[in-house]
């Protein structure tokens, strides 16, 4: 993927794997010789051997690594018998196609939680859903989305929307105390770019489409989106609105909330929706102000109106090198309020910069190779930048080529009072594109005993610090308290920048050979971390949303009157509770 | 005000006018010779004469124009004695301080209207409202906003929210219907700013705070919030939220939802607020999204956090001419793609530019007129502009020095792509200052039987021309159809541009010399208009809100289920309709 053209090359089997992130050609296995490679040819770490990852594992977790000794993967996949709920079989057999609906077990596995959480993915691989989708259901129009909604009033199912399946919070996971039928409602048929608006630079979509073929669509008529998650390959529009999701040119194009300007929701009691499209209003009361966020709980979406863009005229990478995070950040928090920004800049701490460094292979040209030490002696003898505690950022810059310039000499000149130092373009496009290929490397520690995982927060500029020390410190206490092997694992990126915060971006793991349930000592390890994010001034959330993994921690962030005024809205348009996924304020343990 | 560094100068007695726009020692007055003159020295309009208004109001309403004909208004205006709830009325007198509620007829008359919708203010000074406030209530602290619904709740009271009183949509006319007792709750003393967090950029501040003290506050720590609505000398922040308000300054400082970060709101049933202020975050729905817009139907806002900024290094003005209004548009267009964007920027049509003419004075100094006359020679004769086609653009930059240089030269270099030329600083500013003096017009223009309006609206680009010419058209139609005298007057600016659409800000004005009741034929060619919008495409308000007067138009900008949705959410915090101002889908006419 080096020219950036496309995030699901139709040249490539877009397969996805079963229940890991990502697509089925791809995955890191490790050779005889403790190399690393990155299976198929689908990313730019793709196809080379990493002599240096596994040594980087070792060190940073004090464990010896013992390729041959694995965590075995379960070959059958227990799953419990569906609950079927006849008169709702029956009227789905009778209104609906047969290829709209199944009971076979694979769909119902994979439809039976999120591919990205750890605590789930972790008991589908190793051990027991709770809950399994008892039919999933293949939504293909507006008119089907209706259709389903009121045969499940009538029947009294439940319905949970499922997009991309890329949830992180434990929003796919489905209640074990839900004794009605669960059917999992798969939007991914509803695919279409209904119109484009060119002049006025808008698009309706139908929901279910994927972030990459929703740019793939858009790219052919010299367009896009710009919204790019860093599950953009797999997560759809209607998941974005669900979970309020975030894009890593943000700066550019807005997060979901900024881009999308109207949103279909079919409800038990309706549609909720505008008649047009709005380009800022006062209307009053905005509906659609709320279903940013709503993980499923209140309906269908079928379709939203985004904004749309050309393409840029330039889109250029750059990064650069800071002595430390503290001065890397002061940098941010200068850039964040001069008025210029890029489309995306990014901070990884000392540790995700080695990281960065240790996918590398060995395959650099001598030249190449005499280059980067000259850097390096550079950085590091001459401005006395120290190995162990300098830090990069990536940046993006995109627009018109006197922007692009302009941004880009206010970018370097800036990071001189700094003493940041250009690292060049091409490692500013290599940090950017990791972040997809990066997303492999869970499932693959995860065979070697090691259980990781990344979570998020926004945060004021000032707690910053505070947070981060507060979190390494905690999971040092939970390591101990727990009596892991080795070290823990922890370091952060700041990924974005506001007005009054960033969003910092954590990489946790944790070596649990000879742990008996790791993922249960791992989910007490998570829930305290949040817990020490939200006692040091860090939100909830910053993109992930909510869900069930997070849901105790509503009551740090919303008022009691908001939260019984949430329950309260939801009885509005869903009385029976059809929708009954309960993420958030409505998941079992939250309820009054 | 030239100097800019203040709306409500201290040395200036900031008493408002009683029913009219403005401060008491500010109106437009005509002198015998047919000048006219705005008083007081508050504006840079002020203080000198203006030859060319008369004749310019003249030629646009094709009359002759009286000045001894004046339209008397009422010595003595009407009011109903109070509806009192005793029970309520002794728990006042117990629980607050004598100054703390009032029964007088000024207060209550005040508090019976929107100072700025011509609807009301015209019942005032000509004619009789149809319900007025029964008592005026003056809340100073949250305690106090609890205190006052707990009473009104056990004595079933009907509470509205008063903060600066411009309200333009009859969102404070008082439901003729209500036969409970009515007391409008007065939030102006509760204006303090509560706390300044520098480093984050953020202010918490109580609701009741008018724009310009709030501007004068930050001002002496060297800070700014940057929102600028029209109204800012006497709008509260409080009722920005309530509006979904917009500044002149968008694109640099947000609009109000961009601006703040937590809304505390006292509900019936609680307190709706964040824990803590939220940078962007991912929470699942966001009650507080809500909230922006709601019209003070639901309870009393109190306090705000809200984004600040430090003082911008540079401010500075400029202007452009252009041939005509689509060359101007295009230039907008162009522009507000281009990622780069002016705090403000403004386009007026012909009729405006030359309003805004007919508001100079003579006591241009020799040397300015020459330069004047070189100018206008340059653009008439040498460029070719009609005079009678030329349109004005004014800018606004604020920023950094390197920015704002930045901002300018790519400015003038777009402009000149479109025939653009430069206007001068001066121009600028005398265009963006004009705002704050014009507003007085339609008060003076009243005395001469001339009823007059601005009403706004956002609209797709594409629809700029089809909604301008549509609104024309139906105001010749009307004219025509109520046998009106002289011609109509109707003219329009650009005032905020976004990515998909504008914000169209039309000013409109008939005469009505003869006209039995003048008013009601106003509110009728009103609504029609708004028929003519929204039938071509244009929203139902980009920032006046929807209040009373646009309520009909409701159904035309949301699904039912979501109007339904709406009602039902209303009465999750309100069951007993305590804030029963009935504005917007709670109106009368609008209820199921």
Sequence with gaps: MPDNTSLKPADLDNTPWDHKWGFADTEFVVHEDRT?????????????????????????????????????ELEHKPIAPPVRNEGFCAA?????????????????????????????????L?????????????????????????????????????????????ALQLPPTEKRMIVSVDLRRMNKIEW???????????????????????????????????SIELSTLGGWIATNASGMKKNRYGNIEDIVENITLITPEGVIEQKAPLCRSSIGMQPQNLLFGNEGNLGLITKAVIKIHPKPEVTRYGSLVFPDMETGTRYLYELAHSGVLPASIRLVDNIQFRFGLALKGRTDSALQKVMGDIKKFFVVKVKGFDPDRMVAATLVMEGAANEVAHQEKHL??????????????????RGYMLTYAIAYIRDFVAKFHVIGETFETSVPWSKIRQVCTAVE??????????????????????????????????????????????????????YSLRQAILENGGSISHHHGVGKLRKDFMNDT???????????????????????????VFADGNEP
């Design 126 to 170: 190793y051990g027991r859903l709770d809950r399994f989708a008892d039919m999933v259901f293949f939504c293909e129009s507006e008119a089907d989305a209706k259709k389903i909604i009121d045969l499940a009033r009538a029947h009294n199912v439940c319905l949970v929307p499922y997009g991309g399946g890329t949830s992180v919070s434990c």
């Design 473 to 526: 410190k905690r999971l040092g206490e939970k390591h101990k308290e727990f009596n892991l092997p080795g070290k823990f694992y922890i370091s952060y990126r700041i990924t974005q920048v506001y007005h009054t915060g960033v969003c910092i971006y954590f990489m946790y793991a944790l070596y649990t050979k000879g742990i008996d349930h790791p993922e249960e000592i791992y989910d007490r390890i998570e």
């Design 558 to 584: 919303l008022s009691p009157a908001s939260i019984e005024f949430l329950r309260r809205a939801k009885q509005c348009v869903d009385p029976q509770n059809i929708f009954g996924v309960s993420n958030n």
């Design 196 to 230: 484009i608006d060119r002049e006025n630079l808008r698009a309706c979509v139908q929901a279910g489409i994927v972030g990459a073929d929703l740019e793939e669509e858009l790219g052919k008529q010299g367009l896009i989106c710009g919204h790019e998650p860093d």
């Design 412 to 429: 370097y000149r800036l990071a001189k009072k700094y003493n940041g130092l250009p690292g060049g373009a091409e490692a500013g496009q």
């Design 92 to 124: 789905v057999v009778k209104e609906f196609k047969p290829d709209q609906y199944s009971f076979t077990d694979r769909d119902r596995l994979l439809h039976s939680h999120g591919q990205t959480t750890t605590d789930e993915v972790y008991k589908v």
């Design 36 to 72: 690393v490679e990155l299976t198929g040819k689908r990313y730019n770490l793709s196809g080379y051997r990493m002599p240096d990852l596994i040594p980087y594992v070792e060190e940073v977790l004090g464990i010896d690594l013992n390729i041959h000794d694995l965590k075995p």
